[in-house]
Every structure is written in structure tokens, then in C-alpha cells.
């Protein structure tokens, strides 16, 4: 968690989010490492860290969401707005694979989601495949 976001506010997010992180689903009590605070609209792109505004990540999708507030859909072609887990459903625009391992996108924002934050990326579905195996994998939220 950075350091400018104050615990009381990591707190309550936890609380509204749950252990797990609002793209890829992934819990904290599988990693064992502690969720991280996501600035919807990055900082770089001038996101401010008011609590509404704010929302609970795993590091990898925090780091490779980065600056990232659009991107392209690989289905038609147009610039979308990234997921915003805060404000919208998961299961509205993402299902899971009939194995529990790849985050299917449903809509044009859950499908240019899912191609930016890299969220099947081989080191996850690697990992979600181990965590299916043993009943841990997919959520059932």
C-alpha cells in the first residue's frame, strides 16, 4: 500500500472490496500478499486519492494497468474506457473459463480490460490452474 493513503482508508476499502482484487479476482489469502490501493484514474493522469476514487488491486494488475485508462478492443477496434471495479460489475463484463483459468471479457470494456491488464497473462493461468486443481480457483463471487 503507498504510504499517502492513510491505514483507516486501506481499512475501509478492504472492508467494501473483500480480499480480492477488483480485475483479476485473485485473493490475498491465496498469494499471501497484501492487496494494493488502486487509483482508478491514475495519479499521472491527474486521479486523486479521495477515497470514492479509490479501489483495492493485486500488484501485478496495479502495475500493469500503470497510467492506462482506455484501451482498444481486439473485437471492434474501438478505444474504451477501462473497468472501473469500483463502479461496475465483474461478472457484467467477465466470466471465467469452463477451468477456472482465463478471464473471458464479455463487453468491449472487459475485453480491452482483460488485453491491458494482461490478466491471462502465462505466470497467472499457470497459478490459477494449480489453485483449481485444489478448489481454490475460480471465485464464486
Known sequence: MTSVIPEVVYERLRNQAGP??????????ITGQPLTVEHIIPVARGG???ED??????????????SQV????????????LFDPRRQSWREHFTWSSDGTLIVGLTSCGRATVIALKLNNPDIVAARLLWAGVGWHPPED
Open 20 to 29: 480480492r482484487c477488483g480485475y483479476c479476482r485473485t485473493s490475498s489469502k
Open 48 to 50: 486523486l486519492s479521495d
Open 53 to 66: 476514487k479509490l479501489w483495492l488491486s493485486c500488484r501485478r494488475c496495479n502495475e500493469y494497468k500503470g
Open 70 to 81: 482506455e484501451a482498444v478492443d481486439p473485437e471492434t477496434g474501438d478505444s474504451v474506457l
